[in-house]
Nanobody, 111 residues
Framework: QVQLVESGGGLVQAGGSLRLSCAAS????????MGWYRQAPGKQRELVAV???????NYVDSVKGRFTISRDNAKNTVFLQMNSLKPEDTAVYYC?????WGKGTLVTVSS
């Protein structure tokens, strides 16, 4: 079982920045893909960004050029740097690693 602890959410004005972190612990033998998802009120959860162990990344179109996913393999931690935030980025952001979900961290962007 993998435990995930997210941090870094909060309230920010449009155009601002936040950095999310997710630290994995527990029964970790190898971690391949690490990802961030988000779920806005009344909407389905969607994949925001994913990063492979080798560092390859993929993003949903709506965040390309604004968000950057990165990871520290030695610390089993994944980050999401979010710049130029928009009100439509408001959501609960979840970390996903090895089939386990974090509890989520709320990001609220005010206009």
């Amino acid at each position: 079982q993998v435990q995930l602890v997210e941090s870094g959410g909060g309230l920010v004005q449009a155009g601002g920045s936040l950095r999310l972190s997710c630290a994995a612990s527990g029964s970790i033998f190898s971690i391949w893909n690490m990802g961030w998802y988000r779920q806005a009120p009344g909407k389905q959860r969607e994949l925001v960004a994913v990063i492979t162990r080798g560092g390859s990344t993929n993003y949903v179109d709506s965040v390309k050029g604004r968000f950057t996913i990165s990871r520290d393999n030695a610390k089993n931690t994944v980050f999401l740097q979010m710049n130029s935030l928009k009100p439509e980025d408001t959501a609960v952001y979840y970390c996903y690693v090895n089939g386990s979900w974090g509890k989520g961290t709320l990001v609220t962007v005010s206009s």
